[in-house]
């Protein structure tokens, strides 16, 4: 390392001009004779500007530590671009510390907001553990020559904070960051898919998802497990419900709670809570995809007062038609249950994929009565988003966690129901910067020339995720990279998108066992075609 006074670092341009990002120039120092062209020059890179130390024996070393240093990079980059400069570190300053499991303010090998950080790239570095994120976040910081010796902390010191911590700072962080997620999605207008056409909607899906954890009493005590009346299967698993925007994938909310033994049951419990903690994602100009997991028509009336819903019935909940058939082939009816009844429209319709035709009727009903303004073709045509929004996006947040996948182990890594809690919130946060650093790619991309996709806007679906995540990982690892700067290289990479891709047989997550190679499970493309009323639409 080469030490350098800060205020002999200069900008090499003409007329005092202080160097910007476009500029691709490195500073120089100040009050030296000029760089010439073939003269050999030391490039360096800014790991750290900290107090000097200096010894008597004219060693120049570093004040201060690594852990007040340390940056998750592009990822706080995009977060305080959208919610304010110094997020993580606000929460750690108001964080209390529970003194059985730290003593004191020793912050030097470990700090509150350095151990916050960890948490979240913890989860997404799937084969990581915990001391292994401490000596990624800190990267080329732990080369500095620091007056006082740094190594990593050990994974008992690592576990020591965390529970010091417990889940309330990280469950903060969450919480501001899916905020900052919506305000940009209400800022900018990411929709790749609307309804209507004098008013249309934004188009937003919400699915419940099954999480399991390490098979501890605590665990099982506070979470339970599905499947089994006598709580017998393999590990505890906690109930999520994630609300997300259909058009960018973007995670916009995410209550959960304990399994229940009645999936209908635990996810009526958390669609309460979400209508009740987030009432701004409810509203009038939007509408949710919901698939076939019946939440009752006092609860469906309840969430038609505030806003806007489609949803899939199964073929056991009676429907009782009050209207002749509409122009549009859809019809009305009373839904009831529990004491209510509530008008809704209903939508029927056959889908046809290679002249093969899916065996069940799909029966939607929405409250959106006005079919001149909602048609019952786009509404039907709408209805396939909900995979998008919810099926996909949602695996694609999953694979930063080790794990996850049917019949494998626990996916989460805590062994009590309060660090559940926090690596949960660390993990939801950690997927939507994710997706926030690879938004603003797609807003630095430029339009393809050619192709299906020529000269139109890049969508946030044609950055990958994986490609993202993996990226952004490299990026603290190496020391702090703007999230511009990694925007503008993950620009150049897209994914190909709306090619109508399907399967003989649904495959929701990839094997984790080689595959057999059957004819039968071949990707084929073709587009799907819906029959309503007698009528292909």
Known sequence: ?????????????????????????????????????????????????????????????????????????????????????????????????????????????????????????????????????????????????????????????????????????????????????????????????????????????????????????????????????DDSSPFPQLRALPLTDASTRALLGMPHGPAGTDKAAAEQKLLDTAMRDCPHLFTEDRIWLMDRNYHGAARIARLMARTHALIRLKSDIPLKRISGILADGSYLAELSGDGVTVTVRVIEYWVTVEGQEVPEMFCLVTDLTDCREYPAAELAALYRWRWDGSETALRENKASLDGAGPSAGPMLRSQSPDLVRQELAAWAAASEMTRGVARTAARAAIPARKGRRAGMRVQAREISHGRTRRAVTAAIRAGKASCAALARELAKYRTVIDRNRHRARKAKCASAFPRAGRAGTATRTAPAVLTLANTPA
């Not at 073939?38 to 530590?65: I, M």
């Not at 309330?168 to 900018?188: F, K, M, N, T, Y």
Request: glycine residues 10%.
């Open 1 to 229: 390392m080469v030490a350098v006074r800060v205020e002999d670092v200069a900008s090499p341009l003409r007329n005092g001009r202080v160097l910007e990002e476009g500029d691709r120039s490195a500073l120089v120092i100040g009050g030296t004779e000029r760089i010439r062209t073939g003269g050999a020059v030391v490039f360096l890179k800014v790991v750290a500007v900290a107090p000097a130390q200096v010894r008597r024996d004219g060693r120049v070393q570093a004040q201060g530590s690594p852990v007040h240093h340390a940056t998750l990079g592009p990822l706080e980059d995009w977060l305080e671009e959208q919610a304010g400069p110094g997020v993580i570190d606000g929460i750690a300053e108001r964080a209390v510390l529970r003194e059985e499991y730290v003593k004191g303010e020793r912050e030097r090998l470990l700090a509150r907001a350095f151990m916050m950080r960890v948490m979240v790239l913890l989860t997404l570095m799937p084969d990581a553990d915990v001391r292994e994120a401490v000596i990624a976040l800190a990267g080329d910081l732990a080369m500095v020559p620091w007056a006082r010796a740094w190594v990593p902390a050990s994974a008992r010191a690592c576990g020591d904070w965390r529970n010091a911590l417990g889940p309330g700072p990280l469950e903060e962080l969450r919480d501001i960051v899916l905020r900052a997620s919506w305000q940009e999605h209400e800022d900018r207008d990411w929709r790749a898919v609307t309804i209507g056409r004098d008013r249309p909607l934004k188009v937003s899906s919400l699915d419940g998802t099954l999480i399991r954890v390490p098979d501890t009493p605590a665990n099982r005590a506070a979470f339970g497990s599905v499947g089994t009346g």
